[in-house]
């Protein structure tokens, strides 16, 4: 399956072999200063903005130095988020300019560390914290400081993932709108992995919650599942074409927050439970569409409109703060307090991950790529 992946775009390769002959040479010149090399690495690049599956490739990076303030880390996981398939596309925001590696969170082993490294040792678990580019690879060599120690006794699919969902999900809900216990919030999208994240969280805070989920075939397995993790109602988008939603709400509150990863008329339906004053907090946008606001939501209903950006939290001088929040979240994955479905792929299978994750296999769990 590799070779057919490299061999999708041989002129591509003569460009990257040449990139990666200079990269050579420029290690094998620094090797006479340093005592340490990682490994070589195979990794998954993009050499051109584009469609994911048509523009990434394997490829093998030499060894590079290990120097003195150095972690060399051996991955173990790392997860396909729509925010790496974004910055493939080129339509992220922030984003390495290409020919780069594909990726932005994960966990991996310590395998060695520069002569000054003297808080990390070989066989430690780390993810990078904040999360940085380039976690689609073997061996990853950078400077101590973007390490995060985890414990080794969370499962690694959950380590490698809990730094950009459930870190987002748990900011949302404790930033945007000052929220009670008995308050209730609304929510489409619900079964994404910060879908998932906010009704297990919201739950615990005894928030109600109502979710928006896409019609499919199966649904009542999928209500069932987002039930037992702790969601009040779920509804499908078609069931919400009611002339009055919030007669569907039961002794459940009119929600005061809501959040939107969808836009479109998935958007509409989570405006439309929302109390008078009440938020709406868009913070992804799946179906591409735009989100559509009545005039009449703005002046009979005051609701406000808000956005929320982790990566721009996060560059606000949040680094121990969200190390902190991600222990905390850890914490709850190892009581058995906060789960989430995913599939963990093995990096041969790497194609097979990025189909599902772009949504042409139907609706599937949230890949991890398994090193
Ligand atoms: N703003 C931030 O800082 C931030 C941080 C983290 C995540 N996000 C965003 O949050 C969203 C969820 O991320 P995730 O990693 O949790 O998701 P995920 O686990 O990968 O799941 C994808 C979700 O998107 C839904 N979906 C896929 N294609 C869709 C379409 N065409 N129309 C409507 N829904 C569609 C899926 O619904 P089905 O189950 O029906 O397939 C599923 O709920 C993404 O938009 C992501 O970019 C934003």
């Given at each position: 399956m590799l070779r057919s992946l490299i061999q999708k775009s041989p002129s591509s390769i003569f460009h990257l072999n040449f990139n990666l002959r200079s990269l050579r040479s420029r290690v094998m010149n620094t090797q006479s200063f340093s005592s340490t090399v990682s490994p070589p690495s195979k990794a998954i690049v993009?050499?051109?903005?584009?469609q994911p599956d048509a523009v990434t490739k394997l490829v093998h990076i030499p060894g590079t130095e290990v120097k003195e303030n150095d972690v060399c880390v051996k991955m173990l996981a790392a997860p396909i988020n729509p925010s790496d398939v974004n910055r493939i596309q080129g339509i992220y925001p922030v984003r390495p300019e290409p020919p780069a590696v594909g990726g932005y969170e994960g966990v991996g082993e310590v395998y060695s560390v520069g002569?000054?490294?003297?808080s990390f040792s070989p066989g430690d678990w780390v993810i990078p914290s904040p999360p940085s580019f380039g976690?689609?690879?073997?061996y990853i060599v950078k400077n101590q400081n973007v390490w995060h120690k985890v414990n080794k006794g969370v499962p690694m699919e959950y380590a490698a993932t809990i730094t950009v969902n459930p870190l987002t999900a748990l900011l949302m809900l404790e930033d945007c709108v000052t929220l009670n216990s008995g308050d209730a919030i609304v929510q489409n999208g619900a079964t994404s992995m910060v879908g998932q994240c906010v009704i297990q969280l919201a739950k615990s805070r005894g928030i109600h919650n109502i979710n928006i989920i896409r019609d499919r075939p199966g649904v009542n397995e999928v209500k069932e599942r987002l039930k037992d993790l702790g969601a009040d109602e779920v509804f499908t988008e078609n069931e919400l074409?009611?002339?009055?939603?919030?007669?569907?709400?039961?002794?459940?509150?009119?929600?005061a927050l809501g959040f939107n990863c969808v836009g479109g008329n998935s958007a509409s339906l989570v405006l439309k439970f929302l109390r008078h004053g009440g938020t709406m907090v868009t913070y992804g946008g799946m179906s591409k569409k735009p989100v559509t606001v009545s005039t009449s939501s703005f002046i009979f209903k005051d609701i406000s409109l808000r956005g929320f950006w982790l990566q721009k939290w996060l560059g606000t001088d949040k680094a121990e703060e969200s190390r902190r929040m991600i222990d905390r979240l850890l914490g709850l994955v190892q009581d058995g307090k906060l789960k989430y479905k995913m599939e963990l792929t093995p990096f041969h299978d790497f194609n097979t991950a990025l189909d599902k994750s772009l949504g042409k296999l139907g609706s599937q769990p949230k890949q991890v790529i398994k090193f």
């Amino acid at each position: 399956m590799l070779r057919s992946l490299i061999q999708k775009s041989p002129s591509s390769i003569f460009h990257l072999n040449f990139n990666l002959r200079s990269l050579r040479s420029r290690v094998m010149n620094t090797q006479s200063f340093s005592s340490t090399v990682s490994p070589p690495s195979k990794a998954i690049v993009y050499e051109t903005h584009g469609q994911p599956d048509a523009v990434t490739k394997l490829v093998h990076i030499p060894g590079t130095e290990v120097k003195e303030n150095d972690v060399c880390v051996k991955m173990l996981a790392a997860p396909i988020n729509p925010s790496d398939v974004n910055r493939i596309q080129g339509i992220y925001p922030v984003r390495p300019e290409p020919p780069a590696v594909g990726g932005y969170e994960g966990v991996g082993e310590v395998y060695s560390v520069g002569s000054a490294v003297t808080s990390f040792s070989p066989g430690d678990w780390v993810i990078p914290s904040p999360p940085s580019f380039g976690t689609w690879q073997t061996y990853i060599v950078k400077n101590q400081n973007v390490w995060h120690k985890v414990n080794k006794g969370v499962p690694m699919e959950y380590a490698a993932t809990i730094t950009v969902n459930p870190l987002t999900a748990l900011l949302m809900l404790e930033d945007c709108v000052t929220l009670n216990s008995g308050d209730a919030i609304v929510q489409n999208g619900a079964t994404s992995m910060v879908g998932q994240c906010v009704i297990q969280l919201a739950k615990s805070r005894g928030i109600h919650n109502i979710n928006i989920i896409r019609d499919r075939p199966g649904v009542n397995e999928v209500k069932e599942r987002l039930k037992d993790l702790g969601a009040d109602e779920v509804f499908t988008e078609n069931e919400l074409e009611v002339k009055n939603v919030k007669s569907l709400l039961g002794g459940i509150p009119e929600p005061a927050l809501g959040f939107n990863c969808v836009g479109g008329n998935s958007a509409s339906l989570v405006l439309k439970f929302l109390r008078h004053g009440g938020t709406m907090v868009t913070y992804g946008g799946m179906s591409k569409k735009p989100v559509t606001v009545s005039t009449s939501s703005f002046i009979f209903k005051d609701i406000s409109l808000r956005g929320f950006w982790l990566q721009k939290w996060l560059g606000t001088d949040k680094a121990e703060e969200s190390r902190r929040m991600i222990d905390r979240l850890l914490g709850l994955v190892q009581d058995g307090k906060l789960k989430y479905k995913m599939e963990l792929t093995p990096f041969h299978d790497f194609n097979t991950a990025l189909d599902k994750s772009l949504g042409k296999l139907g609706s599937q769990p949230k890949q991890v790529i398994k090193f």
